[in-house]
């Protein structure tokens, strides 16, 4: 089986459609579908079956995908590597992710790409903004907390951190003085990332904590906004420990005491198997994952 054949098949197979892996591929509906049948002939058996909206995989092509899929990824990302020894990398790098994580944590581990002439746009966005804007190909490589849902994307963890509950000092002596713990954090005004309360309704079920009829005072995806609401007194929320830990420390911000305890949050670089054949995103790629890991886990 050739290189060019298995990335066509596994470019068909994620993106389910002929049509698409041929945009994706630059090639044309015809070059894919003969590399598809060449293939088929090598293998023995059908691999797609036509349906209204694109193909369906068949048993085969499964097998077949669990089988070279990653493996066909590494050696694309070891090729692109190799390349990038050897030839100029430099161009516009297309970033999207959690507005606040990139500021705080990505923006001082890009120095190394910068000096390599890389220039990089950020965009900012949600779980939901990432996946589709790397889909859509508008972007090159994608950062966020949510977990990759869609099989046509890859991930790896970069980054670990605790989630605090978190409120000025004046705020979190109100509540620890209060005769009910739980009545009192329910009425006191909450800022929160969304209106599913992402980051606080874990928090609340696990502090056994009921969240029903809770509305936000302030809903906002840049959690530096309502960092500085919560400096002025106003409120509590729940956030990384990143965004919040120099503020505890010079006494701005106090870690509200949890009944049970506090929970984790995890953050993954993402990006579309395919966009690693460009040599300036496999580099970026991997500059990325190592630097972003050793921030998490700096040498003793």
């Not at 994580?101 to 790409?113: G, K």
């Not at 965009?123 to 996946?131: K, L, P, Y």
């Not at 503020?247 to 990006?271: A, D, K, V």
């Amino acid at each position: 089986m050739s290189l060019p054949r298995m990335r066509t098949f596994m470019e068909v197979y994620r993106q389910r459609s002929i049509s698409a892996a041929a945009r994706s591929l630059n090639l044309t509906q015809p070059a894919v579908s003969q590399h598809i049948a060449g293939l088929e002939v090598a293998v023995g058996r059908p691999l797609f079956e036509r349906s209204p909206t694109g193909v369906i995989p068949t048993s085969a092509a499964e097998e077949l995908a669990l089988d070279i899929g990653d493996k066909l990824d590494a050696v694309e990302a070891a090729l692109a590597a190799a390349r990038a020894r050897s030839m100029d990398i430099t161009g516009v790098l297309q970033i999207v992710g959690h507005a606040d994580f990139m500021a705080e944590i990505l923006s001082e581990r890009l120095l190394p790409l910068l000096q390599s002439g890389i220039k990089v746009r950020m965009h900012t966005g949600n779980g939901n903004m990432v996946a589709s804007m790397l889909l859509e190909g508008h972007c090159d490589l994608g950062i966020s907390a949510h977990p990759v849902t869609d099989s046509r994307l890859k991930s790896e963890r970069i980054y670990t951190s605790r989630v605090l509950p978190v409120a000025s000092p004046q705020v979190v002596a109100r509540l620890t003085s209060a005769p009910d713990f739980a009545t009192a954090i329910r009425e006191e005004p909450l800022l929160a990332y969304n209106l599913e309360l992402s980051l606080v309704e874990p928090w609340l079920q696990k502090n056994r904590i009921s969240v029903e009829g809770i509305v936000p005072a302030v809903v906002g995806q840049d959690l530096r906004a309502q960092r500085k609401l919560l400096t002025q007194g106003f409120g509590w929320s729940v956030m990384p420990e990143f965004l919040c830990q120099e503020h505890i420390s010079n006494g701005q911000l106090m870690e509200i005491p949890s009944p049970i305890g506090t929970r984790e949050i995890q953050y993954f670089l993402i990006w579309l198997p395919s966009a690693l054949r460009k040599v300036r995103v496999a580099h970026a790629r991997q500059t990325l994952l190592t630097m972003l890991r050793e921030s998490e886990n700096p040498p003793s």
